[in-house]
């Protein structure tokens, strides 16, 4: 499904573009709600791709399955004074836009509107290829993302239902996030973490 043809490289590379904006937009767009106009003030509370897309880290989840996107900046403190849960809210607005986007695809699926085909493009994807990996990907993006290391989403998430004990345990491993995450993938961990509960989400969604 996943071979790296020219067809599966165009279709990643738009599928990204897509997937990793409105991911982006979406923690901007909600810290605008709670009254934090940081990503405001930085040009990011738009859809215009090259606010948000890190050249690095989209072309690593091109190739090698995981990456990233420009960070959104926010202000906690001017969030915390409108809600104590909006720093929660608005991590959870990245990984929640995937799982929208990879809904909204799957929709005319389960409504027979569309019928997949295995058939795959060489040059160019077919429909059918597009959208299987335009469910997959936005999956993938959601899990990872729901990790709880920092500086992924979920560590953000996770922080807010902790107790203080839990917060300051979060607090002295975030220096190690990203030897944990380089962990993770190497010992091929996230096959198990990732890609196997995305591949039963993505039949779930699919059929």
């Known amino acids: 499904m996943f071979n790296l043809n020219l067809a599966t490289l165009i279709s990643r590379a738009v599928i990204l ?8 937009f979406a ?11 940081t990503p405001r003030s930085q040009g990011r509370l738009t859809l215009n791709p090259l606010k948000h ?6 072309l690593l989840l091109l190739f090698a399955g995981f990456g990233w ?31 929208l986007l990879a809904i909204m695809v799957a929709i005319p699926v389960q409504f ?13 994807p077919t429909l059918s290829q597009f959208i299987i990996e335009f469910v997959f990907i936005n999956l993938i993006l959601m899990l990872f993302n729901l990790l709880p290391i920092f500086p992924l989403d979920g ?13 300051n345990l979060l607090l002295r491993l975030r220096s190690f996030g990203i030897y944990i995450l380089l962990a993770l993938v190497f010992l091929n961990i996230t096959e198990f973490l990732i890609f196997t509960p995305a591949l039963l989400l993505l039949r779930l969604f699919l059929g």
């Open 17 to 24: 573009v897509i997937a990793f904006t409105v991911h982006e």
């Open 155 to 167: 560590e953000k998430i996770l922080y807010y239902f902790l107790p203080p004990n839990g917060q």
């Open 112 to 124: 027979g509107v569309f019928q997949l085909t295995l058939e795959q493009g060489v040059l160019f």
């Open 53 to 58: 897309l890190d050249p690095i880290g989209t």
């Open 69 to 99: 996107a420009r960070p959104v900046q926010v202000n906690t403190y001017n969030l915390e004074r409108r809600s104590p849960a909006a720093p929660m809210l608005v991590a959870l607005a990245g990984p929640f836009s995937n799982l």
């Open 27 to 37: 923690h901007a767009w909600t810290a605008d709600v709670f009254d934090d106009d």
